[in-house]
């Protein structure tokens, strides 16, 4: 616990808005592999979920004002799991868990994260986010308590985003959206995603821009039909990106509505600890420069907010999570690449400065 808050202390000492903190406890499925309907013993049930509900509590005590909780449903144990992989509601004792959890996130105020899974139990996940975003983010307007994950590699993605649109549109609730590439590539189905990396970058790149803008505007998130002339709802994002394009795109955007006075939704960007620490620098150089050139307190000028995403937990707790990295860490290459261009210039723009 104390080397946790040292690092969140000495990351916004850095000039970060804050932290993503998770806990890491989950279950992965292998390839092809399934659960039934069948019960679980409820003293196993109740335990697993005391167990996932005692480290969540302390993750949301750990973080402070204006930090993110990421949380996983399919660490609350076996029977979760199985109520998620057939879309059944969760049970008595994991609903009152997670309600525990969301009443002392709000009084921390502590915006939760609902993380995307594997797609064998994302339909559950996503019931479930949404019913809890239906209870939680219409106290205050505005403002999202309750966030979804959403996976840009997903074929699906934009269909279940449209879906979920409306809902926040006819329920008058916002909508919170961490948008996401996506992190399962090494366990569901290959068919489930775009056929190219490219398709990838620009599902995630167009989502991003409607969510920022406010309204549909390309032919990739569409509305669902017979909804056009309804209003977009509120959103409030987290762009949880380590891709330097995609973030420069939004960060333009915001710029844009800025200069035209448009309205701006309520969001942050956030790369995982230890990746993409150049796009995060970038965004926090940015956000100081923009601070330095505010010549009063009425000269709104962007500052991006930035958080870093840190996973805590025992070693073997931590394992799938570092599994996970490691699958996606196969461009690192590419990276590398960009990470030495980025440091180049950010050694010449010190040097220019003494």
């Known amino acids: ?47 697993e979920v005391i167990a996932w509900k005692k480290g969540t509590l302390e993750t949301v005590s750990l973080a402070r004002k204006g930090d993110y909780v990421a949380l996983k449903f399919t660490g609350a144990g076996t029977q979760a799991l199985r109520e998620l992989s057939n879309c059944m509601p969760p049970s008595k004792v994991l609903e009152e868990a997670i309600i525990e959890i969301c009443d002392l996130a709000k009084t921390r105020d502590v915006r939760l994260l609902f993380d995307a899974e594997q797609t064998a139990v994302q339909a559950g996940i996503d019931m479930w986010t949404l019913n809890f975003q239906r209870k939680y983010n219409c106290e205050v307007p505005g403002r999202a308590l309750v966030y979804g994950t959403y996976q840009a590699y997903l074929r699906s993605t934009p269909a279940t985003l449209a879906r979920h649109i409306a809902a926040a549109s006819d329920e008058r609730f916002t909508l919170g959206v961490k948008l996401v590439r996506g992190a399962y590539l090494g366990s569901d189905p290959r068919h489930l995603f775009w056929s190219e990396k490219k398709d990838t970058d620009r599902a995630y790149n167009e989502i991003a821009e409607s969510l920022i803008r406010g309204r549909f505007i390309n032919n990739f998130l569409k509305p669902l039909q017979g909804t056009e002339s309804r209003e977009f709802p509120d959103i409030n994002l987290v762009l949880a990106s380590h891709n330097l394009k995609s973030v420069k795109q939004a960060m333009e955007i915001r710029e844009e509505q800025l200069t035209l006075g448009q309205k701006r939704i309520h969001m942050t960007y956030g790369q995982l600890m230890g990746m993409a620490d150049h796009v995060s620098c ?19 000028r962007d500052t991006p907010k930035v958080h870093k995403y840190l996973v805590w937990g025992t070693v073997s707790e931590c394992l799938k999570y570092l599994l996970r990295r490691a699958q996606e860490n196969r461009d690192a290459v590419v990276r590398t690449e960009e990470s030495r261009l980025a440091l180049r210039n950010e050694l010449g723009r010190r040097l220019m400065r003494t």
């Open 1 to 47: 616990m104390a080397e946790v808050r040292k690092t969140m202390a000495s990351l916004k000492d850095m000039g970060f808005e804050g932290v993503i903190l998770g806990y890491a406890r989950e279950v992965v499925m292998e390839g092809g592999e399934s659960v039934g309907k069948e019960q679980t013993d409820e003293a196993i049930v109740t335990a």
């Open 282 to 300: 970038e965004l926090i150089q940015a956000g100081k420069l923009a601070l330095n050139l505010q010549q009063s307190p009425c000269d709104n």
